[in-house]
């Protein structure tokens, strides 16, 4: 019953949501990322979401927590009418979510801040999203999650309603990453899957039958042979795929399979698929099967400063190279998940040149280059930096350089030292797009605790950042 109003419930939200962009034809979307369009394109189609005045839709964007009020409001039909007053000081009552917002708080699906502010324009996150529709649409089967980053949060309930629900998932490294932005493209995908419920048919009680005669046992058979492969796929997921020991979500889980993974599809069990990949024979839902792998948006060179005998700057026991290394793996992780392919300068503890690291960079066609740094200086000295060049690509080299300061920023909550323009071998004597990040300064304590433990949001940021630059060129 709840999948069902959920599933109407989100398809009135949708529609709602047409109204916070000007539309335009279903047919002029070409930005629409290809392993997404068996989802994004039937709400295309049905009106149900629509695209920028500019012919684009745009699947990296963040909604706003006013977009998200404005949305539940529409869709559950609350007083949507400006009031006199409001009750948040960032909201004027002149705002055009103002009087969804306060319902929104009347009814008790959103609030605002401690300081008395809504904070409207800023993204609304996963964990947030699991909150909001787990009490607009009342959700209460829950599932047993153990999200390594969610369990013991304030998040765990809502998130494993919106779960057991089958609206979301986590990641493969077994997080849910409750404060990550959700963008447009994954919040099209969560209507689809809302409005596509998986729901396991009960099976008919057989007809009873007539005891059977004694007869002779059977000569042994011999053992059928196994199935043989009917068709080649690949899978078509955000984050991860469950298989399942059969066809449906109550069967145990055996494995997992990744975006673009390839598949033998051994048969096909009503709607779901049983397939062999590598090691791993079991089930999966035919809709995250598609016939060709996802094409890649473009290339990127990541470039991690230092290595070998060159280890940069070492201080509070760090060793600069070594962070740098580890970041640039992790921005390499999130890139691929979105569709870029990244060239590593390198991938272990080795030395390269400045120069070489170049021409690695402009020999892959690369659309752009980014080298990871961290910083030092007097003990004091602290904040993250970047730096583009003037020398080539200006333009395009400082925006990448703000795109990925900004997000680095708000990820580490370090000091905003700026974007610099920087004379950098790396960046100055680069055909490329190019950008120097600094994270942060070795020779601060502050600073060091920090990167030692955020590794993996400052990667997650430098990707998001360089996400922005690719959207921001589009």
Same mark, same amino acid.
């Given at each position: 019953?709840?999948?069902?109003?959920?599933?109407?419930?989100?398809?009135?939200?949708?529609?709602?949501? =047409?109204?916070?962009?000007? %539309?335009?034809?279903?047919?002029?979307?070409?930005?629409?990322?290809?392993?997404?369009?068996?989802?994004?394109?039937?709400?295309?189609?049905?009106?149900?979401?629509?695209?920028?005045?500019?012919?684009?839709?745009?699947?990296?964007?963040? *909604?706003?927590?006013?977009?998200?009020?404005?949305?539940?409001?529409?869709?559950?039909?609350?007083?949507?009418?400006?009031?006199?007053?409001?009750?948040?000081?960032?909201?004027?009552?002149?705002?055009?979510? %103002?009087?969804?917002?306060?319902?929104?708080?009347?009814?008790? &699906?959103? %609030?605002?801040?401690?300081?008395?502010?809504?904070?409207?324009?800023?993204?609304?996150?996963?964990?947030?999203?699991? *909150? &909001?529709?787990?009490?607009?649409?009342?959700?209460?089967?829950?599932?047993?999650?153990?999200?390594?980053?969610?369990?013991?949060?304030?998040?765990?309930?809502? &998130?494993?309603?919106?779960?057991?629900?089958? =609206?979301?998932?986590?990641?493969?490294?077994?997080?849910?990453?409750?404060?990550?932005?959700?963008?447009?493209?994954?919040?099209?995908?969560?209507?689809?899957?809302?409005?596509?419920?998986?729901?396991?048919?009960?099976?008919?009680?057989?007809?009873?039958?007539?005891?059977?005669?004694?007869?002779?046992?059977?000569?042994?058979?011999?053992?059928?042979?196994?199935?043989?492969?009917?068709?080649?796929?690949?899978?078509?997921?955000?984050?991860?795929?469950?298989?399942? %020991?059969?066809?449906?979500?109550?069967?145990?889980?055996?494995?997992?399979?990744?975006?673009?993974?390839?598949?033998?599809?051994?048969?096909?069990?009503?709607?779901?698929?049983?397939?062999?990949?590598?090691?791993?024979?079991?089930?999966?839902?035919?809709?995250?099967?598609?016939?060709?792998?996802?094409?890649?948006?473009?290339?990127?060179?990541?470039?991690?400063?230092?290595?070998?005998?060159?280890?940069?700057?070492?201080?509070?026991?760090?060793?600069?190279?070594?962070?740098?290394?580890?970041?640039?793996?992790?921005?390499?992780?999130?890139?691929?998940?979105?569709?870029?392919?990244?060239?590593?300068?390198?991938?272990?503890?080795?030395?390269?040149?400045?120069?070489?690291?170049?021409?690695?960079?402009?020999?892959?066609?690369?659309?752009?280059? *980014?080298?990871?740094?961290?910083?030092?200086?007097?003990?004091?000295?602290?904040?993250?930096?970047?730096?583009?060049?003037?020398?080539?690509?200006?333009?395009?080299?400082?925006?990448?350089?703000?795109?990925?300061?900004?997000?680095? *920023?708000?990820?580490?909550?370090?000091?905003?030292?700026?974007?610099?323009?920087?004379?950098?071998?790396? =960046?100055?004597?680069?055909?490329?797009?190019?950008?120097?990040?600094?994270?942060?300064?070795?020779?601060?304590?502050?600073?060091?605790?920090?990167?030692?433990?955020?590794?993996?949001?400052?990667?997650?940021?430098?990707?998001?950042?360089?996400?922005?630059?690719?959207?921001?060129?589009?």
């Amino acid at each position: 019953m709840h999948k069902k109003i959920l599933s109407s419930v989100l398809f009135i939200m949708m529609v709602s949501f =047409i109204c916070l962009s000007q %539309s335009v034809s279903a047919n002029t979307l070409p930005d629409v990322p290809e392993k997404y369009k068996d989802m994004i394109n039937p709400l295309i189609e049905e009106g149900i979401i629509t695209g920028y005045t500019n012919g684009t839709f745009k699947p990296n964007n963040n *909604v706003t927590r006013a977009e998200a009020a404005t949305m539940i409001g529409r869709a559950l039909h609350l007083d949507g009418n400006q009031q006199a007053s409001s009750l948040f000081s960032d909201v004027d009552v002149s705002h055009y979510a %103002s009087g969804y917002i306060q319902s929104a708080v009347n009814k008790g &699906i959103v %609030s605002g801040y401690p300081n008395g502010t809504f904070k409207p324009d800023d993204s609304i996150t996963r964990g947030e999203m699991a *909150v &909001i529709v787990s009490r607009a649409f009342e959700l209460s089967d829950k599932a047993n999650v153990t999200f390594s980053d969610v369990v013991g949060t304030s998040y765990e309930s809502f &998130i494993s309603k919106v779960y057991a629900a089958e =609206i979301v998932s986590g990641y493969p490294d077994g997080t849910f990453k409750p404060d990550k932005p959700i963008n447009r493209a994954e919040f099209s995908i969560m209507v689809f899957r809302a409005l596509n419920p998986v729901v396991d048919k009960p099976q008919p009680a057989p007809a009873p039958k007539p005891e059977p005669k004694p007869e002779p046992a059977p000569a042994p058979k011999p053992d059928p042979e196994p199935d043989k492969p009917i068709a080649t796929k690949y899978v078509n997921v955000t984050t991860s795929l469950n298989v399942r %020991s059969g066809p449906g979500t109550s069967y145990s889980k055996v494995g997992s399979l990744y975006r673009n993974n390839e598949v033998k599809v051994l048969k096909y069990s009503g709607d779901w698929a049983q397939i062999e990949s590598g090691s791993i024979i079991g089930y999966v839902h035919a809709d995250y099967l598609m016939d060709q792998p996802e094409k890649l948006r473009g290339i990127i060179t990541i470039d991690p400063g230092h290595g070998d005998h060159d280890p940069g700057a070492t201080a509070n026991g760090v060793k600069e190279k070594d962070i740098n290394l580890d970041v640039a793996k992790y921005v390499r992780q999130y890139l691929e998940a979105e569709g870029i392919k990244v060239v590593m300068t390198r991938t272990d503890d080795t030395f390269l040149s400045l120069g070489r690291r170049v021409e690695i960079a402009e020999n892959a066609n690369s659309d752009a280059f *980014v080298s990871i740094h961290a910083n030092a200086a007097t003990a004091s000295a602290n904040g993250t930096e970047t730096f583009y060049s003037t020398a080539s690509r200006a333009t395009d080299s400082k925006k990448l350089a703000e795109f990925i300061q900004t997000r680095l *920023v708000k990820a580490l909550g370090t000091n905003d030292r700026g974007v610099k323009e920087g004379g950098f071998q790396v =960046i100055k004597y680069n055909s490329l797009p190019s950008a120097l990040v600094e994270l942060g300064f070795l020779t601060n304590t502050g600073d060091v605790k920090i990167l030692l433990a955020k590794k993996e949001e400052a990667g997650e940021a430098i990707a998001q950042g360089i996400m922005d630059y690719y959207n921001w060129k589009e």
